[in-house]
């Protein structure tokens, strides 16, 4: 298995470009999350998803949008980049029980 | 809100040593979880503390859980250098947890031989 994937490992953008990272998970876990983190403030929840076709806001998700097509995938989308989301993004799953989450092994975006 | 809290937040210590890194949470509990990270890496599980008075030791690694306090601590005993890392606890307070998992800011401990 490979477990938890992330695409692209690294990403620099300019302000006001989008993009999209892909995150998939072989596990057949049902929840699905997004993360960033930031020096000093942990992990922080963008999105998170129950299910396929569910999505909801977390923490902080102004910024982001997110879509589960498919149970495996999780998708974030910045519309329009701004320096303030430069940060290391993590997806991470879970199978639910006692909901430990597994990583990916993140994103590091840098917006100019 | 539930707010979670590390102490210390960075730590150097030598091989050999014993430590304790605490991790305070602000309200009521179901589940505790501790995760290291390697520098430029992913979180790893390392624990997961269900009930009060729970402990669970992996290696060198031991955690503990008091919901009365509201404190769990992970304790080192003579630690190696291959600990190097950030730990961070998380805590949740609700039954469904999938949005209600809190991360303390992290402890990043270094070992110095």
């Known amino acids: 298995n490979a477990g938890v994937t992330q695409t692209p490992k690294f990403r620099v953008l300019k302000t006001g470009q989008s993009m999209t990272l892909l995150c998939a998970q072989d596990?057949?876990?049902?929840?699905m999350y997004w993360y960033r983190q930031d020096p000093g403030m942990g992990l922080r929840l963008i999105h998170y998803s129950v299910g396929e076709g569910t999505t909801a806001k977390g923490e902080v998700p102004d910024g982001y949008n997110v879509s589960r097509l498919k149970k495996q995938n999780f998708l974030l989308g910045l519309e329009s980049a701004a320096p303030s989301q430069t940060s290391v993004y993590f997806c991470?799953?879970?199978?639910?029980?006692?909901?430990?989450?597994?990583f990916g092994p993140g994103t590091r975006l840098t917006v100019l | 809100e539930l707010k979670v809290e590390q102490n210390p937040l960075f730590l150097s210590m030598q091989e050999g040593k014993n430590y304790t890194i605490y991790c305070n949470y602000s309200?009521?509990?179901?589940?505790l979880y501790w995760y290291r990270q390697d520098p430029g890496k992913s979180l790893e599980s390392l624990f997961v503390?269900?009930?009060?008075?729970a402990v669970k030791q992996e290696g060198r690694l031991m955690a503990s859980l008091d919901t009365k306090a509201r404190l769990s601590t992970l304790h080192i005993t003579a630690a190696v250098h291959d600990l190097s890392a950030t730990y961070f606890c998380a805590v949740d307070n609700t039954k469904t947890s999938y949005d209600k998992v809190i991360f303390g800011p992290g402890t990043s401990l270094s070992v110095i031989p």
């Open positions: 596990m057949n876990h049902e929840y």
């Open positions: 991470a799953s879970t199978p639910g029980g006692t909901f430990i989450r597994f």
């Open positions: 309200t009521t509990s179901d589940r």
């Open positions: 503390l269900l009930s009060n008075g």
